[in-house]
């Protein structure tokens, strides 16, 4: 997937629909499907793995976003769930729904309470993402999100 097509028509408008962008915001949750599928290469997690679409989020993740986080926001539920089509569970939309998918990532991150780090560092981008969405235990480094946003986005 094209990622400035990615940024621009669907990150980027998505975000800001719903009250939480940022240029920070924006280049983390680029940077994340950056590293996490290529940029859209992939939508399934390679060797049979949970981690559905762009973002690579586990089904799991998603429930604990759901039952420790938006359960207590009906607000930032509402707004979330307005992109969930209704005919799939909430799983399959982080596979096909991209405007779903960028929310569900980006809530992630925002129900974090440490700052974001600068648009233009994306090195710091990828230590927040790996200490925020890999997790220390994850196989992904800063430096290959380092790598793969450059390779994927370009420079910041």
Known sequence: MNAEQ???????????????????????????????????????QMGDGPARGIFQMEPDTLADIYGNYLDYRADLRGAVDAYLIPAFDRADNLVFNLAYAVLMCRVHYYRRPEPLPAATD????????????????????????????????GGA
């Open 6 to 44: 990615l940024r621009l028509d669907v990150i980027r408008p998505v975000l800001k629909d719903a009250r939480m962008w940022s240029p920070a915001a924006e280049n983390l949750v680029l940077g994340t499907a950056a590293h996490e599928s290529h940029c859209g290469q992939y939508v399934r």
């Open 122 to 153: 994306i090195r710091a981008l990828g230590v927040y993402w790996k200490q925020f969405y890999n997790t220390a235990l994850g196989k992904g480094t800063v430096q290959q999100f380092v790598d793969d946003y450059e390779r994927f986005v």
